[in-house]
Nanobody, 126 residues
């Protein structure tokens, strides 16, 4: 049974930082591309960042470029999202997702991912 468990969310003031983690189990982690998405109340789920299976390629939404960094540790079956210079508009539930395959192109659409975590709330106060 595949499980993706996010952690690290919370309440932070604008300008602050958080580091999200997503621990994966039940899958061969090193063969999966991983992504982070977020969903604010009343809005659709949107791409934040993604990383290929080897960590060789990453992609970011324009809204987070230069502030967020995605990384992975295949030995720990974990993907991370370091979020700096947080803004109130970053407030959302953050989800990690896994997509099987030795991808060479970073996938950015939710429908391209096979497994999802339950999400972790990030709230940025002004």
């Amino acid at each position: 049974q595949v499980q993706l468990v996010e952690s690290g969310g919370g309440l932070v003031q604008a300008g602050g930082s958080l580091r999200l983690s997503c621990a994966a189990s039940g899958l061969s982690f090193s063969t999966y591309d991983m992504g982070w998405f977020r969903q604010a109340p009343g809005k659709e789920r949107r791409f934040v960042a993604a990383i290929t299976w080897s960590g060789g390629r990453t992609s970011y939404a324009d809204s987070v470029k230069g502030r967020f960094t995605i990384s992975r540790d295949n030995a720990k079956n974990t993907v991370y999202l370091q979020m700096n210079s947080l803004k109130p508009e970053d407030t959302a539930v953050y989800y990690c997702a896994a997509r099987y395959g030795y991808g060479t192109v970073v996938r950015t659409r939710p429908g391209e991912y096979d497994y999802w975590g339950q999400g972790t709330q990030v709230t940025v106060s002004s």
